[in-house]
């Protein structure tokens, strides 16, 4: 993966796998039975999934994977505040939750176009 096309749409596909986060998280607590385990943990996510094989592999230069990975795992842990909220019968108080996770959620695209900016621009 080294053309400016290939990092692009790998990251295009983070970008995405995040949007699925944030809908499977909406969707659990607006009701629907999915597979917590990918919203719970973020090592089952497809993002952070994402984020460990780049950042082992030869991407994984660029120091702000790190915070990319601290973003991620706090989200998921605020995540899984949301949805213990609603199995424990609070539904509206977990649902209105969603609203205080914006900033983190902001910040998981913000920080991938930074790492991206930063592999495509030769060293």
């Known amino acids: 993966m080294n053309s400016e096309s290939d990092i692009k749409q790998d990251f295009e596909t983070a970008l995405v796998k995040?949007?699925?986060?944030?809908?499977?998280?909406?969707?659990?607590?607006?009701?629907?039975?999915?597979?917590?385990?990918?919203?719970?943990?973020?090592?089952?996510?497809?993002?952070g999934i994402w984020i460990q094989e780049r950042w082992q592999g030869p991407l994984g230069s660029v120091s702000e994977w790190f915070e990319l990975d601290r973003v991620h795992r706090q989200l998921?842990?605020?995540?899984?505040?949301l949805m213990d909220m609603y199995q424990q019968g609070f539904q509206e108080q977990a649902r209105e939750g969603l609203a205080d996770l914006l900033p983190l959620t902001d910040r998981v695209p913000r920080l991938l176009q930074t790492i991206q900016d930063k592999l495509r621009t030769p060293r």
């Open 18 to 47: 995040h949007m699925l986060f944030k809908s499977k998280l909406r969707s659990f607590l607006y009701g629907t039975q999915l597979a917590e385990g990918p919203v719970r943990d973020a090592d089952q996510c497809g993002l």
């Open 76 to 81: 998921h842990a605020e995540a899984n505040k």
